[in-house]
């Protein structure tokens, strides 16, 4: 079981940046590949960035390529998502996802979500 708490969210100005953190409670954090997703007004959610459970690889959505940086430290149990050169596009509420597959089972874990909305 994994519980996640996401924060950092705000209103920020177009060309802003923010950081969200996730923090995760549990013992296997370290098992598990993270996710950021968000769901923009009257959109469906979407995968932002993931990162793999031992921070080898990332992955992230064309649109915030080169904008938006993953990052984890399992010692602390956190998931970061640096949100940089920010868009009114990128208002969205932001939710932090924990996936493990284990013999054939998928457990999937989500956070309440945190607001960010980008706007002058």
């Known amino acids: 079981q994994v519980q996640l708490v996401e924060s950092g969210g705000g209103l920020v100005q177009p060309g802003g940046s923010l950081r969200l953190s996730c923090a995760a409670s549990?013992?296997?954090?370290?098992?598990?590949?993270m996710t950021w997703y968000r769901q923009g007004p009257g959109k469906e959610r979407e995968s932002v960035a993931t990162i793999t459970s031992t921070a080898g690889s990332t992955n992230y959505a064309d649109s915030v390529k080169g904008r938006f940086t993953i990052s984890r430290d399992n010692a602390k149990k956190m998931v970061f998502l640096q949100m940089n050169t920010l868009k009114p596009e990128d208002t969205a509420v932001y939710y932090c996802?924990?996936?493990?597959?284990?013999?054939?089972?998928?457990?999937?874990?989500w956070g309440q979500g945190t607001q960010v909305t980008v706007s002058s």
């Open positions: 996802n924990a996936r493990r597959t284990l013999f054939g089972t998928t457990n999937d874990y």
């Open positions: 549990g013992s296997t954090f370290s098992t598990y590949s």
